[in-house]
C-alpha cells in the first residue's frame, strides 16, 4: 500500500508540475525555425507517406536537414492526424511526452537507490521537473526530440536493470530495441552503449569485480549493435552520417563550458556572491559522509547504495555533457537530458546527506546538515527560476511577433497575383535581448520565430493553391514567373523592452 500510494502522489505531482509547465505554452503556436517544416513534412495521407516519413531527412522535402529522426517524425505525422494544423493539439503530445519522461526518472530514481527510499526519487523527480532548461525546450515543437529520446533512454536503463534481465547471460532483447527508438528520437542515445555497461557493472549480481566488468560488457552488446544498425540505416537515407559540421574531438573541450550552464542556467545564478558556492559545499559535504561512513561502517547497505547511484547519476551526467560537447553546438535545450542525470545525481546525495543526519553524531552530523542545507538552497535557486515559478517574456514576445508579421503577409499574398515578386518586410527570426538586462534576470536565451524554411512552410499551410518560393534579398537577380508568387525577404531580431 505504502508503494501504490507513493507512486499514486508522484502521479498527481506530475501532472499538476507539467501543468504549470505548459500554462503559458498552450495558446504559443508553432515556435522555433524547424517546427513547421517539420510538421508540414511530417503529414501522412496514405501509405505511401508512412514509408516516405520513414526514408527522408529529419525536415523532409522540399526543406532540409543534417538529421534522420524517424521516430520523432511519426509523432508529428499522428499529431496532423489527430489535431491537423492545431499547435494546441501538438502541445497535448508535447506535455504528456513530458509527463511520462518525469514519471520515469521517478521509477529509475526508485531503481537505482533501492526499495523503500522515498528521499532519493523524490528529490530526484522535483529536480528535474524544476530545472530552469524547460524554458528553453518545451515552448518550441522542434524540440521534442530530447524528451522523447529520453523516455526511451530511462526505458532502455530500467528494462536492463530489472532483476530479469540483469540474471541474463547474455544481451537482451529490449534494451536493444529501446535503443534503437531512442536513437530514432535523437542520435544524442547513441551513448546507451556506454550507461548500460556502467549500470550493469554497478548493479551486477555477480560475486567478483572481474565478473561484473564482464557482466556490463556483454549486456553493452545489445545496443552497440542497435548503434551499428541504426548508423547503417542512416547512412543509407542521408548518404553520410549527418550532424553538425562542427563535431569533433577538440569540441570536447567545451564540457566545462556545458557543465557550467547546466548548473548555473541564467547569469543572475553564478553573478551571486553565495549561490556558486552551494555545489561545492554540497559535494564537499558528501564527500565527508562517504569517505568517512565507509570507514566507519562499511558494511551500511544504505549508505553503500546512496553512493552507487550517485556514482551513476555522475556518470550519466558526463556522458551526456561529453556528447553534446562533441557536436560541437551549445544551445541551452541540449542541457535536457544532462538535468536528468543531474537529478539522479542529486536525489541519492539527498538521501545519504539525510540519513546521515538521522542516524550519526558528532562532525558527521554537522557535515550532512550543512550538505544538505547548501543541496536545499541550491536546489530552490534553480527552481525560483523554472517556468513553473517564473514567467518568461520571450516566448510570448516571439509568438506576438510572428503572429503580427504572419498577418501581415496573410493580407499582401491574397492581394497578390500568380507571377509577380513580392518584397516583405525582414522577419522575426529570434528574441534578442540587452546585455546588462540579461545579466540583472531570467531570460530565455534561445527563442527561436521564424527563418526562411518556416516561412515557406507556413505558406504552404495558408495558401495550399499557390505555388510560393520564398528567396532571400541576396539571392537575386530574380525573374518572374507565371505560375509562382516569389517573396523575397530578410531576417530581424526582435528585442524585449
Not at 285 to 306: E, H, K, S
Not at 367 to 382: I, N, P
Request: overall charge positive.
Amino acid at each position: 500500500m505504502g508503494a501504490r500510494y507513493s507512486l499514486g502522489v508522484a502521479a498527481v505531482v506530475v501532472i499538476v508540475l507539467c501543468a504549470a509547465h505548459y500554462r503559458h505554452v498552450w495558446g504559443l503556436g508553432f515556435l522555433g525555425h524547424d517546427t513547421l517544416p517539420i510538421v508540414v513534412s511530417s503529414v501522412v495521407e496514405s501509405p505511401g507517406d508512412v514509408v516516405r516519413v520513414l526514408s527522408e531527412p529529419h525536415v523532409g522535402a522540399p526543406f532540409w536537414s543534417l538529421f534522420y529522426r524517424p521516430l520523432l517524425k511519426l509523432s508529428y505525422s499522428l499529431d496532423h492526424a489527430l489535431y491537423g494544423f492545431d499547435a494546441r493539439g501538438y502541445h497535448v503530445t508535447s506535455a504528456v511526452l513530458l509527463a511520462v519522461l518525469s514519471g520515469l526518472v521517478f521509477a529509475l530514481a526508485r531503481r537505482l537507490a533501492g526499495p523503500g527510499r522515498p528521499v532519493a526519487a523524490w528529490v530526484a523527480l522535483l529536480v528535474f521537473l524544476l530545472h530552469p532548461v524547460h524554458a528553453e525546450v518545451l515552448p518550441a515543437l522542434e524540440r521534442r526530440g530530447e524528451v522523447l529520446c529520453g523516455v526511451f533512454l530511462l526505458l532502455a536503463l530500467l528494462v536492463q536493470l530489472s532483476p530479469r534481465t540483469l540474471s541474463l547471460r547474455r544481451p537482451a532483447l529490449g534494451p536493444a530495441l529501446l535503443t534503437l527508438a531512442a536513437i530514432a528520437s535523437k542520435e544524442t542515445a547513441i551513448v546507451l552503449p556506454a550507461l548500460v555497461a556502467a549500470a550493469v557493472w554497478l548493479w551486477s549480481p555477480r560475486a567478483t569485480a572481474r565478473e561484473r566488468r564482464v557482466h556490463g560488457a556483454v549486456a553493452a552488446l545489445g545496443p552497440a549493435a542497435a548503434v551499428g544498425v541504426a548508423a547503417a540505416v542512416r547512412l543509407a537515407v542521408l548518404g553520410a552520417l549527418g550532424g553538425h559540421d562542427t563535431a569533433g574531438l577538440s569540441s570536447l573541450a567545451s564540457s566545462g563550458e556545458i557543465a557550467g550552464l547546466l548548473l548555473f542556467p541564467q547569469p543572475v545564478l553564478s553573478a551571486s556572491v553565495w549561490i556558486p558556492w552551494l555545489p561545492l559545499v554540497a559535494v564537499s559535504a558528501l564527500a565527508v559522509v562517504g569517505f568517512t561512513g565507509t570507514r566507519t561502517r562499511p558494511a551500511d547497505p544504505v549508505l553503500r547504495a546512496d553512493l552507487r547511484a550517485a556514482a551513476f547519476g555522475a556518470v550519466f551526467t558526463l556522458i551526456l555533457i561529453a556528447i553534446h560537447a562533441y557536436t560541437g553546438k551549445t544551445s541551452r535545450w541540449y542541457l535536457l537530458l544532462p538535468a536528468i542525470g543531474w537529478a539522479l545525481l542529486l536525489g541519492p546525495a539527498a538521501d545519504a546527506l539525510w540519513n546521515a543526519m538521522r542516524t550519526s553524531g558528532g562532525l558527521w552530523r554537522v557535515a550532512a546538515a550543512v550538505g544538505l542545507l547548501a543541496l536545499s538552497l541550491f536546489s530552490a535557486a534553480h527552481a525560483r527560476l523554472s517556468p513553473v515559478l517564473h514567467t518568461y517574456q520571450e516566448w510570448p514576445l516571439a509568438a506576438r511577433s510572428r503572429d503580427a508579421y504572419l498577418e501581415a503577409i496573410d493580407e499582401r499574398v491574397r492581394s497578390t497575383p500568380r507571377g509577380r515578386i513580392l518584397v516583405l518586410e525582414p522577419f522575426p527570426n529570434w528574441v534578442r535581448f540587452d546585455r546588462e538586462e540579461y545579466a540583472r534576470r531570467p531570460t530565455v536565451h534561445t527563442a527561436a520565430i521564424l527563418r526562411r524554411d518556416s516561412l515557406e512552410a507556413w505558406l504552404r499551410i495558408a495558401f495550399p493553391d499557390k505555388n510560393v518560393r520564398v528567396r532571400r534579398r541576396r539571392d537575386g537577380p530574380f525573374e518572374s514567373d507565371p505560375d509562382v508568387l516569389l517573396i523575397v525577404t530578410d531576417r530581424r531580431a526582435v528585442r524585449l523592452r
